[in-house]
């Protein structure tokens, strides 16, 4: 998880949402992504999509039965779909996603009967410092946006005045 966060801090640097993954075979890193749905310009570069990709390439194989997903948010519903797919035998993640998680804030994928495979999955692994990282974005985010709305009026008022 403490590579997941830095890859996740890695997206941020980047003014993507700090989201990071890595996909873990017999105690190996195989695979690694963060968050680029901004600058790739791409709703599917979510850090697991990137992970499970670079994963699937190292190995060779589009199915990764035995490996771990450690990721710094709970898993969205497109993302817990691709890990499903791939045969994930089990995801971690630190946050939960509130908005988003499926698996058990919102909806639970992973425990659906329905589905052919199923991953165990555990939440909660650091997810204090997880949680504050997506935290302290969103906060300088908004405190970003303040000082525009703020210095808009100011430059409008200079501008009138001439």
């Known amino acids: 998880m403490r590579e997941a966060l830095g ?14 993954a890595v996909v873990v075979q017999e105690g190996v890193v ?11 310009h791409d ?7 990137a992970a499970l990709r670079d994963a699937a390439r190292n190995v060779g194989n589009y199915r990764l039965p035995g490996c771990e997903l450690f ?15 791939a045969r994930l035998a089990r995801v971690v993640f630190g946050a939960r996603d509130p908005k988003t998680g ?8 992973f425990a ?6 199923h991953a165990a999955v555990e939440g909660g692994v650091l997810a204090d410092e997880c949680g504050a990282l997506l ?13 525009k709305e703020n210095a808009a009026p100011v430059a409008d008022a200079q501008s009138e005045g001439r």
Do not use: K, W
Not at 102 to 108: R, T
């Open 7 to 20: 890859l996740a801090a890695e997206a941020a640097a980047r003014a993507e949402v700090p989201v990071g």
């Open 30 to 40: 195989i695979g690694r992504g963060y968050n680029a749905p901004i600058s790739l």
């Open 43 to 49: 709703p599917t570069a979510h850090a697991e999509i």
């Open 71 to 85: 990721v710094t948010i709970e898993p969205c519903a497109m993302c817990a779909g691709a890990i499903l797919h």
């Open 102 to 109: 499926a698996a058990g804030s919102v909806v639970d994928l």
């Open 112 to 117: 659906e009967p329905r589905l052919n495979h």
């Open 135 to 147: 935290t302290q974005f969103f906060e300088s985010r908004r405190r970003g946006a303040e000082r």
